[in-house]
């Protein structure tokens, strides 16, 4: 099954709900037109479904080979990795002066989640590759930049973010490896570092590691922990490639999903390469701050994992669509002459909009967050950056953790509309099942997004940034509140359903957000115990919220005159995320506040 | 991480919840003693603990091999049928008359259900021995039974049910296999059969096929449709093994999970034989009748396959507590000295939680429903077997659709709580999550399972059964609140959120039986789009009852002077499904009562 840009989507989402139109009129963006970005997306879509889509398959059954320390990658990828750098993908969002082409994160967003539906596992090199390049041009000396970023922009080399050792997981207070200062002021590192995507691979020249690490006087804990690159092969003072370093591939591991993605095992410090003992490293930025420069990597990656999590649920409803098309089966539930394509089966239909709906609200939130990124990094008034800001901080774990739990459950209903040939691994859905699975894990677990939105999100400003959310969807409720009056009769009821269950969606968000402010103060594990419940709480309903956006938009086109099916269809995918997502909010908010039971979990776990 | 039998958990919920007692007093079981049933469990978990448990993994790991139509079973597979069988395990159910123990259904489910937490693949094989063992006793001839129980009883030999094809999956009016009457009175089978479990190996001497075929003068779809015996080897006059039938393996499929589990194309016909072209095969029962024949051995395999869910997700959870228990990362929220284990950390407590929430209700759900089996064919007074009888057809597609969508969401929480290492396959929680997937699939998907609860279960009889369990939910429902009332002052909130959530998922679950039975009148599609969430919601309700009635009867030893740590964790539990899988309950009743949406799907999914 082919995979195919859903380029009217992407435009309806960009334009109609997440103002594409003012975020091109932000200073710094003056070269940005509408026409420009018609074209990227249009030229995005051609690429990535030529060059990327057809590495998926061949990622997850022809897995990068490991021998002797050396990875050979999957057939093809390291030719689309190159095509890919030739299009100037990787310099989407990076400033031209380094190559790039300067974007607003809400014109690179949507190639960004095309490229990961595509393939996923091929997407990563380029994603971990972004990250480098943010965290050397933000927080690099100027040597440090001309050094690295241009050859990472241009593709000739790739980067990674090495965080995880086998005791440090989520917490990165445990990381032990080491990073000892030398009398030319480099220094030389230590340690093992675990899950590192793209470790070691031959797609590209060298590979720039990003390394957490602790110097020998450096106090305990996160506030111990320091950045250093870490290059594959030294760079020589005219841009040559030098020695190898001391950095090892130790083995692969063998995943669940995202075959074609190498997760390496790396030694630092093992005296096999040209340099001696000890991996020769560069710290980044001041010493002990590494943590914090990694977030500001992190919190660009986890927003690329939620829209990771939109890409594999698009590619998966797709693939089902497809199949539910074509496969005939059983008669229709009204009765017909002969067997039909199961497309028309009811609970094929609510298996399908369930995808679809769920799709497209997470799409729309991380699109509308992409916006607030860009306003809040440019917008000229103050207090417009401060509020957006705000908006695209509490969305960030949002996007993340929705997203990507949304997509476990795309991807598991994908199979199920296959019926027995969805577990057939030729059938090609059991691919995204398994690739899905890691998305609420990598880049901070779904609790951890839940608790970053708990602590930092909402308790930080006291809600605000939070209600002020809540006052704006409130205007969206008036709005359909109006439609719905003035509405035709056939198109009234669900109009007033929508209404209605996003009425009560929004008093149950509000009533959430209420619990989490009061246990805070009073008691911090019942607050902490609801924090998942409250991110999917306000996943769900900020998606029905642009859901019932889409809806007003689509009709006022169809008010218009439209007859294009996309608006009709839009509307019934509101209605039917109204319907059958909305009222999720009502099971999520009453977990959310039943914060009193978590005290006797434990007993019940036998914790002694 | 070894497997342990969850002995205390059966001895509750067969004695407590289900009435084992009662059970063991209906005419027929008086041989069965309250004694031999602990001994049966004992000595059921002894064995799974040592002989079944320990070929999970090689199962996954060294799948079946096939070679020139011949299957070599993973290493250590033919030992342990072998061992079942001599164990007396294949006979738990059947009469004694041919060999079995003839025990209640009731006592029999423990022992089911452990086998296949112990190893899903592996269990299969006598899972679907039994259906055939059932299906020769119910509707074979004498002459038949004589010749195949006995073998199949004593694990000489195994079976396998051979409904689908590749144009005939969910939808048996297709299956086109044909079977031609011989002058000796069997049949030459030729078609092509796909799915099939164990279909084809090397753990026994012969393999005895039940096979649906049409004759060539059937009348078109599931009324042209017999039921036939198709041996691998032929059986002589004197049981002994003659010529080997025309049924050969073409190949084997590459599954997502449950690679263990051997799943064959059999080609029936292909003239390469002893016996010259065509399967030899012998009708079971009357001409035209194989599907309602099928239906009977299915009834039992959906039963199974739901026990199937609770066997996996009490698996996956015993693997997932294990790791939180020894994992150490990160600090207590309400602050810590150092790090501990994951087990602490609330969110963490709240997967497990809910992995174990919803084990024990479906567990509970099932051993009601095989206690209401065992009345409904054994007790004395028609009236009470009939009422008896509905109630469990009504809970049999509960048992396997909730139990098995459960199993799903169980094991994927499984990986959750592993965190990055959950999605490696060595630690074994990924193989939950692959083979949970297959269960609400196969023996009928969940939407299959759907329509029978809305169609047969509850609209045949106008509701009357759904209601009947509604009023009986209603006396739990008071006694929890008399509970409520007396209870101690800390107790109090507790019960009382059990109590209120209780009464809402009633009020929703009724309300979602309502929707159905009028749309079933008015707008037939409405109803089948709500056919899925209104299973569950069935489930999640009739889960709650059992959990509340498990609470009831935990304080009721507590009260009583109990300090097993048993009895409070059940409370617990049972608190937990009420704050967070109860409140379910209203999501999916408004989903079902959105039936006015449905019409509107198929514009949004391009249907021409």
Same mark, same amino acid.
């Given at each position: 099954? #082919?995979?195919?840009?859903?380029?009217?989507?992407?435009?309806?989402?960009?334009?109609?709900?997440?103002?594409?139109?003012?975020?091109?009129? &932000?200073?710094?963006?003056?070269?940005?037109?509408?026409?420009?970005?018609?074209?990227?997306?249009?030229?995005?879509?051609?690429?990535?479904?030529?060059?990327?889509?057809?590495?998926?398959?061949?990622?997850?059954?022809?897995?990068?080979?490991?021998?002797?320390?050396?990875?050979?990658?999957?057939?093809?990828?390291?030719?689309?990795?190159?095509?890919?750098?030739?299009?100037?993908?990787?310099?989407?969002?990076?400033?031209?002066?380094?190559?790039?082409?300067?974007?607003?994160?809400?014109?690179?967003?949507?190639?960004?989640?095309?490229?990961?539906?595509?393939?996923?596992?091929?997407?990563?090199?380029?994603?971990?590759?972004?990250?480098?390049?943010?965290?050397?041009?933000?927080?690099?000396?100027?040597?440090?930049?001309?050094?690295?970023?241009?050859? &990472?922009?241009?593709?000739?080399?790739?980067?990674?973010?090495?965080?995880?050792? #086998?005791?440090?997981?989520?917490?990165?207070?445990?990381?032990?490896?080491?990073?000892?200062?030398?009398?030319?002021?480099?220094?030389?590192?230590?340690?093992?570092?675990?899950?590192?995507?793209?470790?070691?691979?031959?797609?590209?020249?060298?590979?720039?590691?990003?390394?957490?690490?602790?110097?020998?006087?450096?106090?305990?804990?996160?506030?111990?922990?320091?950045?250093?690159?870490?290059?594959?092969?030294?760079?020589?003072?005219?841009?040559?490639?030098?020695?190898?370093?001391?950095?090892?591939?130790?083995?692969?591991?063998?995943?669940?999903?995202?075959?074609?993605?190498?997760?390496?095992? &790396?030694?630092?410090?093992?005296?096999?390469?040209?340099?001696?003992?000890?991996?020769?490293?560069?710290?980044?930025?001041?010493?002990?701050?590494?943590?914090?420069?990694?977030?500001?990597?992190?919190?660009?990656?986890?927003?690329?994992?939620?829209?990771?999590?939109?890409?594999?649920?698009?590619?998966?409803?797709?693939?089902?669509?497809?199949?539910?098309?074509?496969?005939?089966?059983?008669?229709?539930?009204?009765?017909?002459?002969?067997?039909?394509?199961?497309?028309?089966?009811?609970?094929?239909?609510?298996?399908?909009?369930?995808?679809?709906?769920?799709?497209?609200?997470?799409?729309?939130?991380?699109?509308?967050?992409?916006?607030?990124?860009?306003?809040?990094?440019?917008?000229?008034?103050?207090?417009?950056?401060?509020?957006?800001?705000?908006?695209?901080?509490?969305?960030?774990?949002?996007?993340?953790?929705?997203?990507?739990?949304?997509?476990?459950?795309?991807?598991?209903?994908?199979?199920?509309?296959?019926?027995?040939?969805?577990?057939?691994?030729?059938?090609?859905?059991?691919?995204?099942?398994?690739?899905?699975?890691?998305?609420?894990?990598?880049?901070?677990?779904?609790?951890?997004?839940?608790?970053?939105?708990?602590?930092?999100?909402?308790?930080?400003?006291?809600?605000?940034?939070?209600?002020?959310?809540?006052?704006?969807?409130?205007?969206?409720?008036?709005?359909?509140?109006?439609?719905?009056?003035?509405?035709?009769?056939?198109?009234?009821?669900?109009?007033?359903?929508?209404?209605?269950?996003?009425?009560?969606?929004?008093?149950?968000?509000?009533?959430?957000?209420?619990?989490?402010?009061?246990?805070?103060?009073?008691?911090?594990?019942?607050?902490?115990?609801?924090?998942?419940?409250?991110?999917?709480?306000?996943?769900?309903?900020?998606?029905?919220?642009?859901?019932?956006?889409?809806?007003?938009?689509?009709?006022?086109?169809?008010?218009?005159?439209?007859?294009?099916?996309?608006?009709?269809?839009?509307?019934?995918?509101?209605?039917?995320?109204?319907?059958?997502?909305?009222?999720?909010?009502?099971?999520?908010?009453?977990?959310?506040?039943?914060?009193?039971?978590?005290?006797?979990?434990?007993?019940? &776990?036998?914790?002694?």
């Amino acid at each position: 099954m #082919p995979y195919a840009t859903p380029l009217q989507d992407f435009r309806f989402a960009l334009k109609e709900l997440a103002g594409l139109d003012d975020v091109l009129k &932000l200073p710094g963006f003056e070269e940005v037109t509408p026409d420009l970005v018609d074209a990227i997306l249009e030229e995005n879509g051609r690429f990535v479904e030529q060059a990327v889509a057809p590495l998926n398959v061949p990622g997850d059954t022809q897995p990068p080979v490991w021998k002797d320390g050396q990875v050979s990658a999957t057939p093809g990828y390291a030719q689309g990795f190159k095509d890919y750098a030739a299009g100037g993908w990787q310099g989407l969002q990076h400033p031209a002066v380094w190559g790039g082409q300067g974007l607003p994160k809400l014109v690179a967003a949507a190639p960004g989640e095309n490229i990961q539906a595509a393939s996923l596992a091929f997407s990563l090199c380029p994603m971990l590759t972004d990250g480098v390049i943010e965290a050397v041009l933000t927080v690099g000396s100027d040597a440090q930049r001309k050094q690295y970023v241009p050859n &990472l922009i241009g593709g000739k080399w790739t980067g990674t973010m090495n965080l995880t050792e #086998p005791q440090a997981g989520s917490d990165l207070a445990q990381v032990a490896t080491r990073a000892v200062k030398q009398d030319d002021g480099s220094y030389r590192l230590t340690g093992q570092k675990i899950f590192i995507t793209y470790g070691e691979h031959d797609l590209a020249e060298n590979i720039i590691h990003l390394v957490l690490a602790r110097t020998p006087d450096a106090p305990a804990g996160v506030k111990g922990i320091s950045l250093f690159i870490v290059p594959k092969f030294l760079v020589q003072a005219d841009g040559s490639l030098g020695k190898r370093n001391d950095v090892w591939c130790a083995s692969l591991e063998h995943k669940l999903g995202i075959h074609g993605s190498p997760t390496a095992v &790396l030694l630092y410090g093992s005296g096999k390469g040209d340099v001696g003992e000890g991996a020769i490293g560069y710290l980044v930025g001041e010493q002990n701050r590494g943590l914090e420069y990694m977030f500001i990597m992190m919190n660009a990656a986890r927003y690329s994992v939620g829209q990771q999590g939109i890409g594999v649920s698009e590619r998966a409803y797709q693939h089902a669509l497809a199949y539910a098309r074509e496969r005939v089966q059983g008669r229709a539930v009204e009765g017909s002459a002969g067997a039909v394509a199961i497309v028309r089966h009811p609970d094929v239909q609510r298996m399908l909009m369930t995808m679809k709906a769920l799709t497209e609200a997470a799409r729309a939130v991380s699109y509308v967050a992409a916006a607030a990124h860009d306003k809040g990094t440019h917008h000229p008034d103050p207090e417009q950056r401060a509020r957006n800001r705000a908006f695209y901080e509490y969305l960030v774990p949002i996007v993340k953790g929705f997203s990507t739990e949304n997509a476990v459950e795309v991807a598991s209903l994908g199979i199920q509309v296959h019926g027995g040939m969805g577990f057939i691994e030729e059938a090609g859905a059991a691919q995204f099942y398994r690739d899905a699975r890691i998305l609420p894990i990598y880049e901070g677990t779904t609790a951890i997004q839940a608790n970053d939105l708990v602590g930092r999100k909402t308790q930080r400003d006291g809600g605000a940034t939070a209600h002020a959310a809540i006052a704006a969807m409130r205007e969206t409720l008036r709005a359909v509140e109006a439609e719905a009056s003035s509405a035709a009769a056939g198109e009234r009821d669900g109009l007033r359903l929508l209404r209605d269950n996003l009425d009560g969606a929004i008093q149950a968000y509000e009533a959430g957000v209420a619990f989490i402010l009061e246990q805070l103060a009073a008691n911090v594990r019942a607050a902490y115990s609801s924090s998942v419940p409250y991110l999917m709480l306000a996943g769900v309903v900020h998606g029905g919220w642009q859901m019932a956006r889409a809806v007003l938009a689509c009709r006022r086109h169809i008010a218009a005159g439209s007859t294009d099916p996309f608006h009709a269809s839009k509307v019934a995918t509101g209605l039917f995320y109204a319907a059958h997502i909305l009222p999720r909010s009502l099971a999520l908010s009453a977990a959310v506040r039943s914060g009193v039971v978590a005290d006797a979990c434990g007993a019940s &776990l036998d914790i002694a």
